[in-house]
T-cell receptor
């Protein structure tokens, strides 16, 4: 069983939809949470970074962390075709001092 | 200005060969990583260096040897390449505190 579980998708939505992407984890040493976006044949690009439980908003993106449930989410409002990419959640393991990634969810936004 | 840069971007080579991938970061970060991304897009850590010292070696075969001449550079040398080594290799760097890493554009290695 992987340390971080993430539905691989693909998730197909029409332009303008609200997208919800999720990850679950089991390790309490995971204390810092990130979302990365990866376009085809490119490196992962940091989208959101948060530590506390609760919501953090940046433009059309909202990251949500629930440490009690070990569950994190990324919401994308007014999705655009340019949002089509793979979204990777990542967590910093404070015990082993490393970033652990989910498997990524492929998102397709159709015009 | 490229923050984390890797060379080469593409590498096609025959089984049994030895090859190197270079990585440089201009962010002033203390920690650098090598990650391997398989065909299913799963990113798995291979090595972590902090100020030129090896911190993490994630059960990677001895054929893989990282080298950090200074804290801005982390190179990866691979001996006796095998078909299963075909993947995309990413270099990343991170500032000293816990938090996000910043990735290079990747090196797509194909072993034939």
């Amino acid at each position: 069983q992987k340390e971080v579980e993430q539905d691989p998708g693909p998730l197909s939505v029409p332009e303008g939809a609200i997208v919800s992407l999720n990850c679950t984890y089991s390790n309490s040493a995971f204390q810092y949470f990130m979302w990365y976006r990866q376009y085809s044949r490119k490196g992962p690009e940091l989208l959101m970074y948060t530590y506390s439980s609760g919501n953090k908003e940046d433009g059309r993106f909202t990251a949500q962390v629930d440490k009690s449930s070990k569950y994190i989410s990324l919401f994308i409002r007014d999705s655009q075709p340019s949002d089509s990419a793979t979204y990777l959640c990542a967590m910093f393991d404070t015990g082993f001092q490393k970033l652990v990634f989910g498997t990524g969810t492929r998102l397709l936004v159709s015009p | 200005d490229t923050a984390v840069s890797q060379t080469p971007k593409y590498l096609v080579t025959q089984m049994g060969n030895d090859k190197s991938i270079k990585c440089e970061q201009n962010l002033g970060h203390d920690t650098m990583y090598w990650y391997k991304q398989d065909s299913k897009k799963f990113l798995k850590i291979m090595f972590s260096y902090n100020n030129k010292e090896l911190i993490i070696n994630e059960t990677v075969p001895n054929r893989f040897s990282p080298k950090s001449p200074d804290k801005a550079h982390l190179n990866l040398h691979i001996n006796s390449l095998e078909l299963g080594d075909s993947a995309v290799y990413f270099c990343a760097s991170k500032a000293g505190q816990p938090g996000p890493a910043f990735f290079g554009q990747g090196t797509r290695l194909t072993v034939v």
